[in-house]
């Protein structure tokens, strides 16, 4: 297996790390800094990855074809120096142009196998520009509750359910070896857009296709949440295992405890202790937790008080933290103790994070404990504790997306900077 000692893989808007040698936010900083990349570039790339080119002119066109303004995904590999100071050594490209699809994107998701170390990446394929905007802004004008249905179609596209168009969700493999890309895994229909979570697990990879049920008809008149989540055919997102000989993909048997009421699979992580596989979904009414343990799936959590259960993060053994979140109730951050009685338990911290949405990284860091959270409005948060159990420890990294030190060092502010 090769290892990156000092080298990071920009998968915009994410970055995956294999040894954390470098530290990811000083990394982007330097970079952009040295000029290798825009902070235009960075602070644009979340919102562009969903949405192409923002202009006013077309974003709200009725899109029968064409894809202007989508270029897929761009892969860049990041090489720096001996000493691993920071200082970009080399950069590589390695994917431009969404693997021969415009509409994959960004990646969703990335591991490396636990025993060939190759490299795989799931892409997230959905192009908001073809889909018939106006439409869906009749539909929810036309529901039995226009509020509700509002925040129903923004959750839906927040977590990649069929709202925009797409051709299908895929996994790609990269061969350090041989250098090459081949796609490992195409979604068995449009509807399921993307994998958006895939962890290693007994020595192969689990990996998470969202779906959610299939997104409103453009022939309905109106926004129907109850055909929407009730109709008993709706598919929700499925669990898929790659073989031993990384050839194929077998889809899990859920016995339907996931349902067809969710969206999305929003986190995974695997208990050292336990050997345990947690998923967190999204969904509508209720959001769930779940385990694998290699042959069973179970429902451990359900709450019909957040929208999904979106990070998840081991912080001592057995001992794993939840971040949720919610577009009305905010977030929180959920304690299963697999050394006590396995309980659920809120420990949020009692520091105030005005309009913050949801948890969306949870990372330890040098002695400390990092938490980043997605605020719409005034810019993303990032909260830091030495204890995490202790809920009047929290101090502020950040309140604003680092706006202020982003003017300090461009001499301008660009984007809102909402994602951590």
Not at 258 to 278: A, D, E, F, H, P
Not at 293 to 322: N, Q, R
Request: contains cysteine; aromatic residues 10%; negative net charge.
């Amino acid at each position: 297996m090769k290892k990156w000692v000092c080298a990071i893989t920009l998968l915009a808007p994410l970055i995956a790390m294999g040894e954390k040698s470098v530290d990811e936010r000083d990394a982007i900083r330097r970079l952009i800094l040295s000029g290798e990349i825009s902070m235009d570039t960075i602070s644009a790339i979340a919102l562009q990855g969903l949405f192409g080119n923002m202009s006013d002119e077309f974003i709200f066109e009725e899109r029968r074809e064409g894809n202007r303004g989508a270029t897929g995904l761009k892969v860049m590999q990041l090489e720096f120096d001996e000493s691993c100071s920071g200082e970009v050594a080399n950069v590589t490209v390695l994917e431009d142009g969404g693997f021969g699809d415009v509409n994959n994107r960004y990646a969703w998701s990335t591991t490396t196998h636990p025993v060939s170390g190759n490299l795989y990446m799931g892409t997230l394929n959905s192009n908001f520009l073809v889909t018939r905007i106006p439409s869906y802004v009749r539909q929810i004008g036309l529901s039995e509750d226009p509020i509700l249905s509002s925040e129903d179609a923004f959750s839906r596209l927040l977590s990649g359910s069929p709202v925009s168009y797409s051709t299908g969700g895929e996994i790609w493999k990269y061969n350090f070896t041989t250098k090459t890309w081949a796609q490992s895994f195409k979604a068995p229909s449009s509807n399921f857009v993307g994998a958006r979570k895939m962890v290693q697990y007994q020595d192969t990879i689990i990996a998470a296709l969202s779906n959610g049920p299939n997104g409103p008809s453009r022939r309905t008149l109106r926004y129907d949440i109850e055909e929407l989540y009730l109709n008993p055919e709706n598919e929700g997102p499925k669990l898929y295992k790659l073989s031993e000989d990384e050839t194929s993909w077998e889809e899990l048997d859920d016995g339907g405890l996931i349902g067809g009421t969710q969206r999305s699979i929003r986190s995974m992580c695997v208990s050292s202790v336990t050997n345990k596989l947690y998923f967190g979904t999204e969904g509508y009414g209720v959001a769930k937790l779940l385990t694998y343990d290699g042959s069973d799936i179970e429902v451990i959590f359900e709450s019909t008080e957040i929208l999904a259960l979106a990070e998840c993060h081991e912080y001592e053994p057995g001992k794993l933290l939840f971040g949720s979140w919610d577009l009305i109730l905010g977030w929180d951050l959920l304690l299963l103790d697999e050394t006590s009685d396995f309980s659920i338990t809120s420990i949020r911290p009692n520091i105030t994070t005005t309009d913050a949405t949801g948890i969306m990284e949870m990372r330890s860091f040098n002695g400390w404990f990092y938490t980043g959270i997605l605020n719409y409005q005034g810019g993303f948060a990032i909260i830091r504790t030495q204890d995490i159990l202790d809920i009047n420890s929290w101090e502020f990294v950040t309140l604003d997306g680092f706006k202020e030190e982003q003017k300090e060092q461009t001499g301008s502010i660009s984007g809102r900077n909402v994602y951590p």
